[in-house]
């Protein structure tokens, strides 16, 4: 448990602008719900932030295009994105952790933080596939280093082969064995 606690508060402490997608797609309050759409196709993303006089206001995700627009049957070409926009837009500073994001997506329950900088300009977006990301790139390197180790310590038990109780079992090929089952399997 103490392992897994550790590895949870390293990857919290990840700087968040390590984890963040640069240059997210923005467009401009006046903009159409089609041409958000448009610009969320060309960029390959599932939201955009929308700006008023270069200020970030609000976002417009997929979710808002097919909840508030398709599922209405209304044409996206006569509706505007701050008609439906997610507004206060919630932020993270670029000077925050992945772990600070995480808590303010559940605090706000939100999946997409804009990342902004001193001057609450907008210079990235993270997201909650970004943070699972980074969590699970993580948790697979310390997987490795643990069973690394396991490997080469020696431990008390029983030998999974031969059931008997030992002082020197060790990891091999995924089981522990004791000295006379290593051993038997030099021999073979």
Do not use: Y
């Amino acid at each position: 448990m103490k392992k897994t606690t550790s590895a949870i508060r390293f990857e919290t402490h990840v700087p968040i602008g390590e984890v963040m997608t640069r240059n997210p797609a923005m467009i401009g309050i006046d903009a159409t719900v089609a041409q958000a759409a448009k610009a969320m196709c060309q960029e390959g993303v599932g939201s955009v932030i929308i700006l008023d006089k270069n200020k970030p206001i609000g976002i417009v995700t997929e979710e808002d295009i097919n909840c508030k627009v398709v599922a209405k049957d209304l044409k996206p070409s006569k509706v505007h994105v701050n008609e439906i926009m997610s507004t206060p837009l919630i932020t993270v500073s670029v000077d925050k952790t992945s772990g600070d994001a995480a808590h303010m997506m559940i605090e706000h329950k939100v999946r997409r933080l804009p990342v902004v900088d001193d001057h609450n300009k907008v210079i990235g977006i993270v997201t909650v596939r970004d943070l699972l990301t980074v969590s699970t790139e993580l948790n697979d390197l310390l997987e490795d280093l643990i069973e690394i180790n396991r490997e080469e310590m020696i431990e008390q038990g029983v030998c999974d082969r031969c059931s008997q109780m030992s002082d020197d079992l060790k990891r091999v090929d995924g089981s522990m064995l004791c000295p006379g089952c290593r051993d038997e399997d030099k021999i073979t």
